[in-house]
């Protein structure tokens, strides 16, 4: 055989072989859909007719390379209806944890009222802590003072004041993330 036949046999078989890619890549393509799935059951049925003529002679390529592929397609097919299906997270399981910006908002917002409270008066402090942390009633708080007890809730409801003008001041709405 000379050069230019030789030449010509392998033109001949790389043309044939592109279009018999090409002819796989519609048939997979339209059985599953899905570009990379048949990108690699294509590549795979490549690999198996490679392997296969290692050992036996193959006397229609085209024949060999489609049946492969449907064989291929029919195991992807029978591996998704086997693959266990997805379930909804259960509520229960989720992290009860705050979210890191929640708790960058809450320690932003203590660091506020701690120095809120530390300009205060210090019997308006007092009686506050006393009455908002500690509950103790206002009657106790009055009596411990030597103050009425409508002095004890003024005293409360100023340094409440104080705290949401504190937040205000800063532009964050008292008791809500912004």
Do not use: W
């Not at 044939?16 to 090409?22: C, G, H, V, Y």
């Not at 992290?95 to 708790?103: D, G, I, Q, S």
């Amino acid at each position: 055989m000379n050069d230019s036949v030789a030449i010509l046999l392998r033109r001949d078989a790389r043309r044939e072989e592109k279009e018999l890619r090409a002819a796989l890549q519609r048939y997979v393509g339209g059985r599953l859909g899905h570009r990379d799935d048949s990108d690699d059951i294509v590549q795979e049925t490549y690999l198996r007719f490679v392997d296969y003529r290692r050992t036996r002679p193959i006397e229609n390529v085209g024949a060999f390379c489609f049946a492969v592929a449907r064989n291929l397609i029919l195991d992807h097919f029978r591996r998704r209806r086997n693959a266990p299906q997805s379930e909804p997270i259960d509520e229960t399981l989720a992290c009860t944890r705050p979210l890191a910006e929640e708790v960058l908002d809450y320690r932003q917002r203590v660091a506020i009222l701690v120095r809120a409270m530390k300009t205060m008066p210090p019997l308006r402090r007092e009686v506050f802590l006393r009455r908002q942390l500690d509950d103790i009633p206002a009657a106790t708080i009055a009596s411990d003072l030597g103050l009425s007890r409508a002095a004890v809730d003024k005293h409360c409801t100023r340094a409440l004041a104080d705290l949401r003008a504190a937040l205000e001041r800063r532009g964050l709405p008292p008791g809500a993330r912004r």
